[in-house]
Nanobody, 126 residues
Framework: QVQLVESGGGSVQAGGSLRLSCAAS????????MGWFRQAPGKEREGVAS???????RYGDSVKGRFTISRDNGKNTLYLQMNSLKPADTAMYYC????????????????????WGKGTRVTISS
């Protein structure tokens, strides 16, 4: 049973940084499409970033230039470095994955991801 466990969320002021981690068990992170999604209260789930089997990355427009997704294959862990945080980044952040390559426009197709973590909360104050 694949398990994804997020950590690293918290409360910081605008302009600050956080690094989220997602530990994947029973899984080889480098043979999977993995990504970060977020959902704020009253809003739809939003794709934040994804990383494919070959290491190629994609980002949502609202986080480009501020967030960086990466993967440590040895530790089977996915990361999301978040810099220049804004109050609009406040949300529950979820790690998700699927076996094999990412589908096209994966950030808009969260239903294509097979496995999900329980989320980690990020709160940015102004």
């Amino acid at each position: 049973q694949v398990q994804l466990v997020e950590s690293g969320g918290g409360s910081v002021q605008a302009g600050g940084s956080l690094r989220l981690s997602c530990a994947a068990s029973e899984y080889r992170a480098n043979s999977a499409c993995m990504g970060w999604f977020r959902q704020a209260p009253g809003k739809e789930r939003e794709g934040v970033a994804s990383i494919d089997i070959d290491g190629s990355t994609r980002y949502g427009d609202s986080v480009k230039g501020r967030f960086t997704i990466s993967r440590d294959n040895g530790k089977n862990t996915l990361y999301l470095q978040m810099n220049s945080l804004k109050p609009a980044d406040t949300a529950m952040y979820y790690c998700a994955s699927k076996t094999g390559w990412c589908p096209q426009r994966v950030l808009y197709k969260y239903n294509a991801l097979e496995y999900w973590g329980k989320g980690t909360r990020v709160t940015i104050s102004s």
